[in-house]
């Protein structure tokens, strides 16, 4: 048998890589097992107010003052407007010179009787006569009485000009013109207040895979956050299920403003991989499985990436197939 020396460097190099690989740890194997993947629906959601209340007039008239712009915070039973209908000042002058009137007639009655009850004592007049003065001076202060609630009515119908924030929050619409004539009942300006939550519409086929309590993600520009369905509504419409997402800090300034917002609708089994696990040459993935006749590569296609940092195996791998870490 013919030998070759090797020179001594080549001879160490090799005696310490068949050291290195007769003492190499091997590769670990384990078989591939189904794992659940929550199913979601991509869909955008609208911002809403939880209270939406118009500030309304309560007489009609003028609106001779607004304090308020859309976008102003104001404060519950803030008055935040004046509408001022000219016929109640003229009503309550006339009902002023009414009052004096009265009060004149009033004053006579009283001296008049004051009078007759003197005569009484005397013996000069008869006490029916007492009697009918008595009776007319109840009279005009019983008018006059009415006179009074009448002005108080005019006087609450004035007070009643001054439009008033029904509610605390932000002024969102102002739909009436100072200048303008508005009617009893008429929105002067709309408040959203109570806070902000999300509304979500989503079609009728998912309606019974959604729960409340839920946990939903939503994107924003300062990254993903997440929020919890507080109310799935029962009245389908238009073939769209509605449903209300409570968000620690949803921010923002806009109501009515759009946002993307992932929703569970469902499970699903599927295999998945530690991305370590799979190598890519060339454009394909490669995985190794551990067989009798020692580790084989397949090539296998795979799909989204999980929140766990797994990636889906769309085809090529079997349940049970053991992998080679």
Same mark, same amino acid.
């Given at each position: 048998?013919?030998?070759?020396?090797?020179?001594? =460097?080549?001879?160490?190099?090799?005696?310490?890589?068949?050291?290195?690989?007769? @003492?190499?740890?091997?590769?670990?194997?384990? =078989?591939?097992?189904?794992?659940?993947?929550?199913? @979601?629906?991509?869909?955008?959601?609208?911002?809403?107010?939880?209270?939406?209340?118009?500030?309304?007039?309560?007489?009609?008239?003028?609106?001779?003052?607004?304090?308020?712009?859309?976008?102003?915070?104001? #404060?519950?039973?803030?008055?935040?407007?004046?509408?001022?209908?000219?016929?109640?000042?003229?009503?309550? %002058?006339?009902?002023?010179?009414?009052?004096?009137?009265?009060?004149?007639?009033? %004053?006579?009655?009283?001296?008049?009787?004051?009078?007759?009850?003197?005569? !009484?004592?005397?013996?000069?007049?008869?006490?029916?006569?007492?009697?009918?003065?008595?009776?007319?001076?109840?009279?005009?202060?019983?008018?006059?009485?009415?006179?009074?609630?009448?002005?108080?009515?005019?006087?609450?119908?004035?007070?009643?000009?001054?439009?008033?924030?029904?509610?605390?929050?932000?002024?969102?619409?102002?739909?009436?013109?100072?200048?303008?004539?508005?009617?009893?009942?008429?929105?002067?300006?709309?408040?959203?207040?109570?806070?902000?939550?999300?509304?979500?519409?989503?079609?009728?086929?998912?309606?019974?895979?959604?729960?409340?309590?839920?946990?939903?993600?939503?994107?924003?520009?300062?990254?993903?956050?997440?929020?919890?369905?507080?109310?799935?509504?029962?009245?389908?419409?238009?073939?769209?299920?509605?449903?209300?997402?409570?968000? #620690?800090?949803?921010?923002?300034?806009? !109501?009515?403003?759009?946002?993307?917002?992932?929703? =569970?609708?469902?499970?699903?089994? @599927?295999?998945?991989?530690?991305?370590?696990? !799979?190598?890519?040459?060339?454009?394909?993935?490669?995985?190794?499985?551990?067989?009798?006749?020692?580790?084989?590569?397949?090539?296998?296609?795979?799909?989204?990436?999980?929140?766990?940092?797994?990636?889906?195996?769309?085809?090529?791998?079997?349940?049970?197939?053991? !992998?080679?870490?």
């Amino acid at each position: 048998m013919l030998r070759i020396p090797l020179p001594a =460097p080549h001879a160490a190099a090799l005696a310490a890589a068949l050291a290195a690989l007769m @003492t190499a740890a091997p590769a670990l194997a384990a =078989p591939i097992a189904p794992v659940t993947v929550v199913e @979601t629906k991509a869909v955008y959601g609208t911002v809403e107010a939880r209270q939406q209340a118009p500030a309304r007039a309560r007489i009609g008239g003028t609106l001779v003052e607004r304090g308020v712009e859309e976008g102003d915070v104001v #404060a519950a039973g803030e008055r935040i407007g004046l509408v001022v209908d000219e016929k109640i000042a003229l009503q309550r %002058d006339a009902l002023e010179a009414r009052l004096r009137a009265l009060q004149a007639e009033l %004053d006579n009655a009283r001296t008049e009787l004051g009078r007759a009850e003197e005569l !009484v004592s005397r013996g000069v007049s008869t006490q029916q006569r007492v009697d009918q003065l008595g009776t007319q001076v109840r009279v005009v202060e019983n008018q006059l009485a009415a006179a009074e609630a009448e002005r108080a009515v005019l006087d609450q119908q004035a007070a009643e000009g001054a439009v008033e924030a029904p509610i605390a929050g932000r002024v969102v619409a102002a739909p009436a013109t100072p200048g303008s004539v508005v009617m009893p009942g008429e929105t002067v300006v709309t408040i959203a207040g109570g806070g902000l939550f999300l509304r979500l519409s989503l079609p009728e086929r998912h309606a019974d895979l959604l729960e409340e309590g839920a946990t939903v993600t939503i994107a924003a520009d300062d990254g993903a956050r997440e929020g919890v369905i507080a109310k799935l509504y029962p009245q389908i419409e238009n073939g769209r299920v509605q449903a209300d997402v409570e968000v #620690a800090d949803i921010g923002g300034f806009f !109501v009515g403003a759009r946002t993307l917002v992932e929703v =569970p609708v469902g499970t699903r089994e @599927t295999l998945a991989l530690p991305a370590t696990a !799979v190598e890519t040459r060339g454009g394909v993935d490669f995985v190794t499985l551990a067989g009798p006749d020692g580790p084989r590569e397949v090539v296998v296609l795979l799909g989204e990436r999980l929140p766990d940092g797994a990636v889906e195996i769309v085809s090529g791998l079997r349940a049970g197939d053991e !992998v080679v870490q």
